[in-house]
């Protein structure tokens, strides 16, 4: 069985107009042959289709529909950030085209090329090297670190100073407007991070939602990761709140039943690093300072928890049927419940 990642069926609700589409490849890339298009699974924010015509095959990305997130969901800026980053750094998809008129699929949406490898999901497929995947995944992450900004011409993608006050009062704010019923925990964690925000520890290119099924790998040798996905709210910013959101996705196996149940990825296995191995297998690779990890994860767990409730506050106004997200409250209150465990225990 081929371990090369593969789409499904295109779920009910998030169908593509194929007529549309086509004449627009038509136009812009010569394509005649009838198109074929289905989905890659698992996927809250952005939605991911792989789109056949004849032996041609492209990834196609577009926002969720009925999406209200003021901000959110920027074609043009994800795939500005991977024309200029692709050209420096292998690891980044290279983006074909960006369609700005909604008129052709509803919202703006860009092509890009598909890189065929594995995806780590929420199952292992037998016989890859897990500890191996996750060191290659620390390295990959402080790699993207390294990278100056202005060398891939990316220097004016976001302001790094005051970075971390902006994205604590920001992620509050969305979490009042995405709100639908009471949750203390999740008060009681963003009030502690609004207490404690930290001056950055300095400032780089960020992912700000580096995960194992966020990144490709090679088929031949699953240690080597060939390309990394999802680049929507990539910024410039404090690296270690990237490593922190990284930490967020990571459920090892003492942590509660309730946090291993809405596991992200087969982190919990015995031949996974602990969160806290990750902290020092990054700073091994990096130098930087890494003591205020701990901050750093409480906040990636509050930002997880903003996103999932955005999520399910769309699902409760009726502006997506996804039934995947009918639970997606109570799982907000989860990760809300982990960051506080973190903080009491002193240690991710």
């Known amino acids: 069985m081929s371990l090369v990642d593969a789409p499904s069926a295109i779920r009910p609700g998030e169908e593509l107009d194929l007529a549309r589409l086509a004449s627009f490849l038509n136009e812009h890339l010569g394509v005649t042959e009838p ?5 890659f699974p698992r996927g809250h924010s952005n939605l991911t289709y792989l789109v056949r015509a004849g032996n041609r095959q492209w990834v196609l990305r577009r926002p969720p529909f009925g999406s209200q997130v003021k901000g959110a969901h920027d074609m043009g800026r994800e795939y500005r950030i991977l024309s200029k980053l692709s050209a420096s ?22 092509l890009m090329e598909r890189l065929e ?10 016989g890859l090297p897990l500890r191996a995947i996750c060191e290659s995944f620390i390295d990959t992450l402080a790699e993207l670190h390294s990278i100056e900004p202005g060398r891939a011409g ?13 994205q604590v009062l920001g992620w509050s704010q969305r979490y009042e407007k995405a709100q639908t019923e009471p949750a203390k925990e999740i ?18 290119l960020i992912h700000n939602d580096y ?21 929507e709210m990539s910024t410039l910013g404090d690296p270690l709140m990237d490593l922190g959101t990284t930490l967020a996705y990571w459920v090892q196996a003492d942590d509660p039943e309730e946090l291993r149940r809405i596991a992200f990825g087969p982190t919990m296995s015995d031949d996974a690093p602990t969160r806290r191995e990750l902290v020092r297998l990054y700073a091994d ?33 009726g502006l997506t049927s996804d039934p995947r997200f009918a639970s997606l409250g109570e799982s907000a209150r989860i990760l809300a419940r982990a960051g506080i465990r973190a903080i009491e225990g002193g240690s991710v």
Request: neutral net charge.
């Open 117 to 126: 490898g594995v995806i780590v999901r929420t199952e292992l497929p037998a």
């Open 187 to 204: 008060d009681d964690l963003g009030a502690f991070l609004r207490a404690r925000i930290p001056t950055e520890s300095g400032a780089s």
């Open 211 to 231: 995960k194992l099924d966020n990144v490709v790998l090679d088929p031949r040798e699953p240690s080597r990761i060939l390309g990394v996905l999802d680049w």
């Open 285 to 317: 690779k990096t130098g930087r300072d890494v003591s205020n990890a701990l901050y750093c994860y409480a906040f990636g767990l509050f930002k997880t928890a903003v996103v999932l409730q955005q999520i399910h506050y769309r699902y409760r106004q």
């Open 154 to 166: 990316l220097d004016d993608l976001g302001k790094p100073e005051g970075y971390n006050q902006r």
């Open 35 to 39: 198109l074929e298009v289905r989905q």
């Open 89 to 110: 750094w292998p690891k980044a998809p290279k983006p074909l085209l960006h369609c700005e008129d909604p008129e052709v699929l509803g919202a703006p949406f860009y």
